[in-house]
């Protein structure tokens, strides 16, 4: 891979909405990711399979400093994050989340609403196929983790219930 393919996918990336995007063909691996904390833990692994000749300087030493700044500012949240209460239901695939079976129609669910084993919570589009996510259990939604339209991986959460 190129340095010029590099910078497409990068830029391509950036005008996503996605949050993490890993690439992998034979010796070549790229990880891209928009979220600070993961960043910093992932930064030494993105920059030493390119080879030097590939990577102008800039380009390294730009992310360093957002790196640094994203390393003392992780520790701060998670001493005064309280773990939340509840399973999370995780997607299943990679496609796009909805919240509701239509843009004038209700949500499936919203935060307070009591859901029984098997009741739709989510539809994830993936290939122009829409899969229903069930509750995995009965209980009482607590927290909505996606927003309507928002591109997601496999293993996000996307709803959290108690």
Known sequence: MNL????????????????????????DELQFSKNEARMASEAPAQVAPVPAAVVASPVVSAPSTPVESAVEEAPAPAETTVAPEGDV???????????????????????GDSVKKGQTLVIIEAMKVMN???APKDGVVTEILV??????????GLVRIK
């Open 147 to 156: 927003s309507n339209e928002e591109m997601v991986e496999f293993g996000k």
């Open 4 to 27: 010029n393919e590099i910078k497409d996918l990068m830029a391509q990336f950036d005008q996503s909405s996605l949050r993490e995007f890993s690439y992998k063909n034979g010796t």
């Open 89 to 111: 239901v995780e997607s299943p695939l990679v496609g796009v989340a909805y919240l509701a079976a239509g843009p004038d129609k209700p949500a499936f669910v919203t935060v």
């Open 132 to 134: 229903e996510i069930p």
